[in-house]
């Protein structure tokens, strides 16, 4: 056999295997790429998106489309082929697999966590586009988490509302650690709380619930960086009794990103006209009670996303300005936002179509 073709021959023998082994060799890596956009003004899957009754609702026109991304599953190993396909491809971002799933969390707890934050965003939402329109919301503190294997297990459950920590009246969350850790580990804490049952069913009955019970729990000490200071076990959360119905009806999606676009389509269909202007606008960014815009993971994944469906702009948290700003896809303009109330002001501009002065993301933020 000549020397020429033997060497072609054992090269190309030699890429074979090392495709071959690329294909077998896992990596620990995960790939991110970019996910459904859904209208929230429109249907999704036959259904309004958001559905709100005892309320007069207006008519409205345009896109406010809240983003998704993709992500590998949990227990998927990729292989070294696919991590290289990812790296060079322009729409799909590799990242390292424990950046995604820490701690070893498995794909049930993934699922779990965002499905609750996916509720909390929906709360929030909810909470800020109605206070944006000066409309009353009942709130108060609960008991959001009750730690598993801590003195409050048994004792407190989630839901349960508190009224009262040794007999001072509780009125914001970070009233419960405050009054807590007063105590030194070892001590008893009385909670004054109605219970999650009874506050259930004074909701379902339009009633106040009157109905409350003193728990006692000794205190323990915390496993943090600070060991005298003293927990029960719990994390408080705040729940909140709306003035009519609001429902958003959006399956298999989980995590807090689409709060922003859930509360400006709240807005919209509480208001008359359109504030998009009949414009495609897009978007992400988690939402506080208070309207404060927060940012999100995979931010590059969602403008593209976005902008293959047709978005002409994009609701940018400010945290993540830069790093959208960094590789924003063509015909795609990125609208900087930190409050409810800047998006509200965007928006006004978009419908009219004074741009020039639409907040911009650069590199630097």
């Known amino acids: 056999m000549p020397r020429r073709t033997a060497t072609m021959l054992a090269s190309t023998l030699m890429l074979i295997a090392l495709l071959c082994a690329g294909v077998f060799i896992p990596v620990p890596y995960s790939e991110l790429s970019p996910g ?12 309004p998106v958001l559905q709100i009754s005892g309320h007069k609702t207006y008519p409205t026109s345009g896109n406010l489309n809240m983003t998704t991304v993709r992500v590998t599953s949990a227990d ?32 049930e707890q993934s699922t779990q966590e965002n499905a609750e934050e ?11 586009a109605l206070t944006e329109l000066s409309i009353p919301v009942k709130a108060w503190v609960i008991v959001a988490t009750v730690g598993k294997g801590s003195p409050a297990e048994g004792r407190l459950h ?9 007999g001072t009246a509780v009125k914001e969350t970070t009233d419960v650690a405050k009054l807590v850790t007063k105590h030194k580990p070892g001590e008893n804490v009385v909670f004054t709380v109605v219970p999650a049952k009874e506050q ?6 339009n009633r106040t619930a009157t109905a409350t019970e003193k728990v006692t729990i000794t205190t323990t000490t915390s496993d943090d960086n600070n ?39 709240i807005y919209d269909k509480l208001t008359p006209g359109s504030l998009t202007g009949g414009k495609f606008v897009a978007g992400t960014g988690t939402i506080e009670d208070d309207g404060t815009v927060g940012p999100i993971g995979g931010i590059e994944m ?3 996303g976005a902008r293959d469906k047709g978005a002409q702009y994009f609701l940018t948290p400010a945290d993540n300005c830069a790093a959208a700003a960094k590789d924003t896809p063509s015909g795609l303009r990125l609208v900087k936002v930190k409050t409810i109330g800047d998006a509200l002001d965007a928006l006004k501009d978009i419908r009219s179509g004074n741009t020039a002065d639409l907040p911009k993301c650069t590199t630097k933020g």
């Open 36 to 47: 459904p956009t859904v209208n929230t003004l429109g249907d999704h899957g036959g259904e």
């Open 76 to 107: 998927y190993r990729m292989n070294l082929v696919e991590a290289v396909y990812g790296w060079l491809a322009h729409d799909n971002k590799i990242v390292p697999h424990d950046t995604l799933y820490p701690n070893g969390k498995t794909e």
């Open 118 to 128: 996916f509720s909390q965003s929906q709360e929030s939402a909810k909470v800020a």
């Open 158 to 166: 989630a839901g349960d509302v508190i009224k009262a920590v040794d």
């Open 200 to 205: 259930a069913a004074a909701e379902k009955e």
């Open 227 to 265: 060991p005298k200071r003293a927990i029960v076990g719990i994390s408080a959360g705040t729940d909140h009794t709306f003035p009519f119905a609001i429902d958003i009806k959006l399956a298999d999606v989980g995590g807090p990103s689409a709060g922003l676009m859930f509360a400006l389509g």
């Open 302 to 304: 969602k403008t593209v």
